[in-house]
């Protein structure tokens, strides 16, 4: 068993590389291009030279800079392309959620349940009342926010978001 794991250190490059090389969904483009502006070189499939190959096989500085440059123009291509990607899946990941939600309107004179928070003073223990009754909905702000009045005719001093109420049905 020793001897079958004893290159392990070897095997972890590829492994790796598989992850480097998965392309994400949201962007199109793999991680490893997101952080480094170029593609995974894979050993057995180099495309780029380094500046020992290009050494060794006695390429001309004009013929490396041109190559360079075409590299680097394809960048903003390839960034241009990932941002487009992304808007395009953050309008279907909206479109897929707004399907879902109901929309509530609310209109003055009706009766509505305040949420009660766990920061504010009414909340005290795990068995006070989670919702706050009644008020009547004074008027509808824009944006989704309501201004409530007590039963008592008092006005609450702050408006409140949508979420925080509840339609109560007497």
């Known amino acids: 068993m020793i001897e079958k794991n004893k290159q392990w250190h070897e095997k972890l490059s590829s492994a790796l590389l598989g992850y480097r090389t998965t392309v994400c969904t949201s962007t199109g483009e793999t991680p490893y291009m997101l952080v480094y502006s170029i593609e995974v070189v894979i050993p057995t499939e180099v495309e780029i030279p380094s500046l020992r190959i290009i050494q060794e096989a006695k ?10 440059y075409e590299q680097l123009a394809l960048i903003d291509g390839k960034t241009m392309n990932a941002t ?38 009414e909340a005290k223990g795990k068995f006070s009342p989670n919702w706050k009754v009644p008020y009547v909905v004074h008027q509808v702000l824009t944006g989704g926010a309501l201004i409530l ?22």
């Open 84 to 121: 487009c990607h992304g808007q395009l899946y953050q309008n279907r990941m909206s479109r897929a959620f707004n399907k879902r939600v109901k929309p509530r309107q609310f209109k003055p004179g009706q009766l509505v349940l305040k949420k009660m928070f766990p920061h504010q003073d």
């Open 149 to 170: 009045v007590k039963m008592d005719g008092e006005v609450w001093p702050k408006p409140i978001n949508l979420d925080a109420v509840e339609r109560y049905y007497v």
């Open 59 to 68: 390429l001309d500085d004009a013929e490396w800079v041109k190559s360079h």
